[in-house]
C-alpha cells in the first residue's frame, strides 16, 4: 500500500515514491512508449500521485508522453495527479532569463496539456560563475530566474516553484536562503548522503551540502532525485556510458553494497528504502521506464529499514569512498 508525506508547507501531499521524468523521456536506457504508458497507468493504479518530469529528458518526450497518459486517465485519476516540471536555461538563454523561464512555462504546459503546473523549478546546477560544471549558472543569473519563477506563480501558471539544489554547496545553500521557494529536489543515495551529513574527513565525493537541514529550517518540501545514481545502485547498468562518468564509477562503487543483496532482496530496492529512511525527504522520484522497475521501487514502500549493523558496514565503506576516489568534483 502507499503511503504519502506532505510536501513541506505547500499543503500538498504526495506519494512517498514518485515517477521521474528520465525513464519515460527514453533517456534512462531503451524502452516503448507502450512500456513508458504501462509504467504510468501503473503508477497510478498504485496510489502514485506524484510525477516529476522536464523538457530535457528526451527533447520534451517526458512530458508529452506524461500529458498524454493524465489526458487519457482523465475521467479517472488523471485529473488528481501533482505534475512537476523545470526550465533549464542555456547559454543563449542568460541573455534574457525572465523571458527564457516564461516561455519554458508555456512550452511544457502545451506538452503536458495543462492550465497549470502544480511545481515549476528551475533545472540548473548553481555555481559562483557561469560554465564550472555543465549548465551551471551564477547565483545572480538564478535570481533572476527565481523572480520570473515567482511572477508566473502569482500569474497562477504554477502553483508553487523550487529549483534542482544541485551544484557548489555554498551557492545553492545561498540562493535557498534568499528565493522564499517551496521546494527543492536533493540528490541523496546510498553512496552520496552528503545532504544530510558532512562528508567523511578526506572524502574525494562532491559536498552536496547537508541541504536536508536547511530545508527543514526553511520550510521546503523535498524532493528526492538520483536515488538510484542514474542506474548505478540496481542490477546492473541498462546503456553505454563513459568509463569516467559519474555513473560508470558509482555503478563500480555500487559493487561493495551488494551484501545488501544476501537477503534476497535487489539493492534497487535497498536504494528506495535508504531515501525514504530520511523523514525530510517527502518523495522519491525515480527514473523508471517500465513498470517491473517501478514496481521495484514501489516495493521498497513497505520494507523494513536498512538495520543498524548494515549501516555501520556502509558507513566503513563510505569512509573509503567505496573503494574508489573521485578525480574531479562533478556532480553528474
Known amino acids: 500500500m502507499m503511503r504519502y508525506r506532505k510536501l513541506g508547507r505547500t499543503g500538498l501531499v504526495v506519494s512517498e515514491i514518485g515517477v521521474g521524468g528520465g525513464g519515460i523521456g527514453h533517456v534512462w536506457g531503451e524502452t516503448t512508449d507502450e512500456a513508458i504508458a504501462e509504467t504510468i497507468a501503473l503508477a497510478m493504479s498504485e496510489g502514485i500521485n506524484f510525477f516529476d518530469v522536464a523538457p530535457s529528458y528526451g527533447n520534451g518526450a517526458a512530458?508529452?508522453?506524461?500529458?498524454?497518459?493524465?489526458?487519457?486517465a482523465l475521467q479517472g485519476v488523471g485529473r488528481d495527479m501533482l505534475v512537476a516540471t523545470k526550465v533549464a536555461l542555456s547559454k543563449e538563454d542568460l541573455d534574457d532569463v525572465p523571458g527564457a523561464v516564461?516561455?519554458?512555462?508555456?512550452?511544457?504546459?502545451?506538452?503536458?496539456?495543462?492550465?497549470?503546473i502544480d511545481i515549476f523549478q528551475l533545472h540548473n546546477t548553481i555555481t559562483s560563475e557561469r560554465g564550472r560544471y555543465r549548465r551551471s549558472i551564477s547565483v545572480d543569473d538564478a535570481m533572476l530566474a527565481v523572480e520570473t519563477l515567482h511572477r508566473l506563480k502569482q500569474d497562477g501558471l504554477t502553483r508553487f516553484i523550487g529549483i534542482t539544489g544541485m551544484g557548489e554547496a555554498e551557492r545553492v545553500r545561498e540562493v535557498l536562503g534568499r528565493a522564499e521557494l517551496d521546494t527543492v529536489q536533493c540528490y541523496y543515495n546510498l553512496l552520496n548522503d552528503s545532504n544530510a551529513r558532512p562528508l567523511p574527513p578526506g572524502s574525494s565525493l562532491h559536498d552536496h551540502g547537508q541541504l536536508l537541514p536547511l530545508a527543514a529550517e526553511l520550510g521546503l518540501g523535498v524532493i528526492g532525485i538520483r536515488n538510484l545514481s542514474g542506474g548505478a545502485l540496481s542490477n546492473g547498468l541498462d546503456r553505454g556510458?563513459?568509463?569516467?562518468?559519474?555513473?560508470?564509477?558509482?555503478?563500480r562503487r555500487a559493487e561493495t553494497l551488494r551484501f545488501l543483496e544476501d537477503d534476497g532482496i535487489p539493492l534497487s530496492r535497498w536504494s528506495a528504502r535508504f531515501a525514504l529512511q530520511q523523514a525530510a525527504i517527502s518523495s522519491v522520484v525515480p527514473g523508471?521506464?517500465?513498470?517491473d522497475e517501478l514496481a521495484d521501487q514501489i516495493a521498497a514502500v513497505n520494507m523494513p529499514d536498512i538495520d543498524h549493523d548494515q549501516l555501520a558496514r556502509i558507513d566503513a565503506l563510505r569512509a573509503q569512498d567505496f573503494g574508489l576516489p573521485q578525480p574531479d568534483d562533478r556532480v553528474l
Open 63 to 72: 512530458e508529452r508522453n506524461l500529458g498524454r497518459a493524465l489526458v487519457e
Open 102 to 116: 516564461e516561455r519554458g512555462i508555456h512550452e511544457s504546459l502545451e506538452r503536458l496539456r495543462r492550465e497549470r
Open 241 to 251: 556510458v563513459e568509463p569516467q562518468s559519474l555513473v560508470a564509477m558509482d555503478a
Open 288 to 291: 523508471v521506464k517500465n513498470s
